[in-house]
Every structure is written in C-alpha cells, then in structure tokens.
T-cell receptor
Framework: ETGVTQSPTHLIKTRGQQVTLRCSSQ?????VSWYQQALGQGPQFIFQ???????GRGNFPPRFSGLQFPNYSSELNVNALELDDSALYLC??????????FGPGTRLTVT | KQEVTQIPAALSVPEGENLVLNCSFT??????LQWFRQDPGKGLTSLLL?????REQTSGRLNASLDKSSGRSTLYIAASQPGDSATYLC????????????FGQGTTLQVKP
C-alpha cells in the first residue's frame, strides 16, 4: 500500500457527460501526476500538478483538466466524454517531483 | 521523442523457470528506469528503480539491469512462482521538469503450476 487513494473505484458514464475523479496524495507529498491506461496498453501521462500549479501536460485535449488543492489532493475532470475515454485512470504522488507512488486507479467506462 | 518498447508482449512459463523480460528505450537521456507489477484491473506496484548512474538493482528473486548506452533494461525473475503471474511494465523517467514516466506496453506473464 502506497498511501495514495483514489475515488471512485469504478464508474460508468454516458458519452457527452462530464466526470470528476479524485486523488489523495501520500502524506508529505506535494506533487500529483495523472495517467490514462487504456486496456492492454501502458499508462500515458496526462498532466502533473506541483504545489497547486499545472507543471506539464501530455498529449491530451483541453477537455481534460485538473486542479490541486492546498492539502495537495487533486481532481481530474473530463468534459464531453467520448467512448475512447474508457480507461483506468491512475494518479501518482511524489515529493518535489521525485519517485512517484501510484494509487489503485479509477476504472471509467463510457457507453 | 522517447519511446519505450517491451518484448515479448506475453510469456507463459512453467513454475520454477528463470526468465528475462526485456525493455528498450530510444533516448538515453533518462533520469532513472523503474519496473512495475500490475495485477488485472489494479494499480501499479513498484518493484525496482535504477538510477541512471547505476547498472543494476536486486530485490529478492528479482534483478534489474540497465545499459543506458544501448537503451536496454532487463528484469530477471529467478525460480518463478504462480504468484508472479501479472503484467510487468517498465518506465523511464525523463529529464524534463516534470519528470514524467514514459511506459512500455507491458509484458503479461503467466506462470503455470
């Protein structure tokens, strides 16, 4: 167990809807990175938040957005859901962008 | 652009066999390389992390090596057990400000009793 928690564990949404995923970082960590893992693929970097500011973004459209709170927990928001957004969403926390510790993930299914 | 490749995509071995999983990357300017284990539908468990200045790391029956100049890493599993069945992912941490991880597609291992 890494101490990183994510909620919910699983959810089902309809195409066009919006979704918010949550991540609580490990104690003492100030950085959260989000990854998308499609079935049978390796995780892909979405973006990173460091001390409440976005600190880098992967090749994902603007409908993927996020924020980080003063307690360093984080949210990932996805608007206008598409079928291809169905994936396991992983968050990882770290201290000052050092080694990343992963949470259990949120399984999103878009129908 | 950094690309990480893992071969084979899937592997099935009898219990007790020693095995090697391969990982290659295209850009040698990495900060470190990490091997993860992932059980179906679950998150990632870190197995071994090798800094760019290191050649190998060991933990129990696992040994990971790193050859930066050739862009290769191997994960050696000794005396495999059915409980080792999982997907193994390697990831390189790039030297950018974010230090994001770039993953391979993974190798799915099945160890038969």
């Amino acid at each position: 167990e890494t101490g990183v928690t994510q909620s919910p564990t699983h959810l089902i949404k309809t195409r066009g809807q919006q979704v918010t995923l949550r991540c609580s970082s490990q104690s003492g960590h100030n950085t959260v990175s989000w990854y998308q893992q499609a079935l049978g693929q390796g995780p892909q970097f979405i973006f990173q938040y460091y001390r409440e500011e976005e600190n880098g973004r992967g090749n994902f459209p603007p409908r993927f957005s996020g924020l980080q709170f003063p307690n360093y927990s984080s949210e990932l928001n996805v608007n206008a859901l598409e079928l291809d957004d169905s994936a396991l969403y992983l968050c990882a926390s770290s201290r000052d962008r050092a080694e990343q510790y992963f949470g259990p993930g949120t399984r999103l299914t878009v129908t | 652009k950094q690309e990480v490749t893992q071969i084979p995509a899937a592997l099935s071995v009898p219990e007790g066999e020693n095995l090697v999983l391969n990982c290659s990357f295209t850009d040698s300017a990495i900060y470190n390389l990490q091997w993860f284990r992932q059980d179906p539908g679950k998150g990632l468990t870190s197995l071994l992390l090798i800094q760019s200045s290191q050649r190998e790391q060991t933990s129990g029956r696992l040994n990971a090596s790193l050859d930066k100049s050739s862009g290769r890493s191997t994960l050696y599993i000794a005396a495999s057990q059915p409980g080792d069945s999982a997907t193994y992912l390697c990831a390189v941490k790039d030297s950018s400000n974010t230090g994001k991880l770039i993953f391979g597609q993974g190798t799915t291992l099945q160890v038969k009793p």
